[in-house]
């Protein structure tokens, strides 16, 4: 059987965009991961490009973002990556400006956004599977950061999920970038469909275009 096209594997009527932890204090200027967050500008604009056709085509966003309570009550401790988070003088607590989205990417009204206090996955300690599926969602569209973790977690679990997954190569990022890019193309690409924000802006406005 053949693969289905692109556009028909982000059929805006069953796909979702899912961005992870793009947010203030992950790839802001006040980041508890400088180096991740130096990097992290031009992913940053590809992804509101993609979360505006997206809302344009009626698809839905979904914002995934990490936080650490002051007493880490429910966080992770066992990995250095943990250890880092917590050391850093940037602090991810609930509610606070360094745990919302970027403004470049909104949220709006309409966006949906879940929040996580533990694990290394968005699909991780939040209700991103079921809400997924009670939108009607097969595929999920993969931006934000980092190649390095969450975003292979994220593209493993949706596909040990039964998901179909996307992901914009320009949408996301790791450090360093000759690492991400192997990790895209070595790993990730026998996973999900690999293509870029102007590919899947352009196969929705094919499948939106009138007929004649």
Same mark, same amino acid.
């Given at each position: 059987?053949?693969?289905? @096209?692109?556009?028909?594997?982000?059929?805006?009527? &069953?796909?979702?965009?899912?961005?992870?932890?793009?947010?203030?204090?992950?790839?802001?200027?006040?980041?508890?991961?400088?180096?991740?967050?130096?990097?992290?500008?031009?992913?940053?604009?590809?992804?509101?490009?993609?979360?505006?056709?997206?809302?344009?085509?009626?698809? &839905?966003?979904?914002?995934?973002?990490?936080?650490?309570?002051?007493?880490?009550?429910?966080?992770? $401790?066992?990995?250095?990556?943990?250890?880092?988070?917590? /050391?850093?003088?940037?602090?991810?607590?609930?509610? @606070?400006?360094?745990?919302?989205?970027?403004?470049?990417?909104?949220?709006?009204?309409?966006?949906?956004?879940?929040? /996580?206090?533990?694990?290394? @996955?968005?699909?991780?300690?939040? $209700?991103? $599977?079921?809400?997924?599926?009670?939108?009607?969602? &097969?595929?999920?569209?993969?931006?934000?950061? @980092?190649?390095?973790?969450?975003?292979?977690?994220?593209?493993?679990?949706?596909?040990?999920?039964?998901?179909?997954?996307?992901?914009?190569?320009?949408?996301?990022?790791?450090?360093?970038?000759?690492? %991400?890019? %192997?990790?895209? $193309?070595?790993?990730?690409?026998?996973?999900?469909?690999?293509?870029?924000?102007?590919?899947?802006?352009?196969?929705?406005?094919?499948?939106?275009?009138?007929?004649?």
């Amino acid at each position: 059987m053949a693969a289905p @096209s692109l556009q028909e594997l982000i059929d805006p009527a &069953r796909t979702a965009v899912v961005t992870s932890e793009v947010q203030n204090g992950v790839v802001g200027p006040s980041a508890a991961l400088p180096e991740l967050a130096a990097l992290a500008a031009p992913m940053v604009e590809r992804a509101a490009v993609l979360c505006s056709a997206a809302r344009a085509g009626g698809i &839905r966003v979904v914002h995934a973002t990490a936080a650490r309570r002051a007493d880490a009550a429910g966080s992770n $401790d066992n990995a250095r990556l943990f250890a880092a988070v917590r /050391r850093s003088p940037v602090t991810l607590e609930p509610g @606070s400006p360094a745990v919302q989205v970027v403004a470049e990417l909104g949220p709006e009204p309409e966006d949906i956004v879940l929040c /996580r206090l533990h694990g290394l @996955s968005p699909m991780a300690g939040t $209700d991103l $599977d079921p809400i997924l599926r009670n939108l009607g969602v &097969r595929t999920v569209i993969v931006a934000g950061v @980092s190649v390095n973790v969450a975003i292979t977690n994220l593209v493993m679990d949706a596909v040990n999920l039964g998901y179909q997954v996307v992901l914009p190569r320009d949408a996301v990022t790791g450090v360093p970038t000759d690492y %991400a890019e %192997a990790v895209i $193309d070595n790993t990730l690409a026998v996973l999900a469909t690999i293509t870029t924000v102007d590919e899947i802006v352009a196969a929705w406005a094919g499948a939106t275009a009138p007929r004649t």
